[in-house]
């Protein structure tokens, strides 16, 4: 199954997730799961948070679930809101590498 994980960084913790940010890709790098693509968006608007995606493949929800708990931001709470949820993509040029 394909799982995304949508954050949003609480930008009151922006020391924070300078401070972990090296723990947190290390992290990403060391999984046991198969991650697809991760990345930040653009930097945000002044006094707004990053947001940040992950999309990987599992055999379920609660093991990508468990993943996400053990990452250094979800932690310390860096992001202030965590999204995860299947995800069914129907189209487009990366489709067939799934």
Sequence with gaps: ??????????????????????????????????IL???PSAPPAEGKGSTALVIAEVETLAE????????????SGV??????FEWRPSFGLLRKNL
């Design 1 to 34: 199954m394909i799982v995304a994980r949508y954050a949003l960084s609480d930008p009151g913790k922006a020391a924070e997730r300078s401070r972990l940010l090296e723990e947190h890709k290390a992290y990403l790098h060391g999984a046991a799961i198969r």
């Design 64 to 75: 990508f679930e468990a993943f996400s708990a053990g990452d250094p931001f979800v932690r």
């Design 79 to 84: 992001y202030g809101s965590v999204d995860i």
């Design 37 to 39: 693509l991760s990345g």
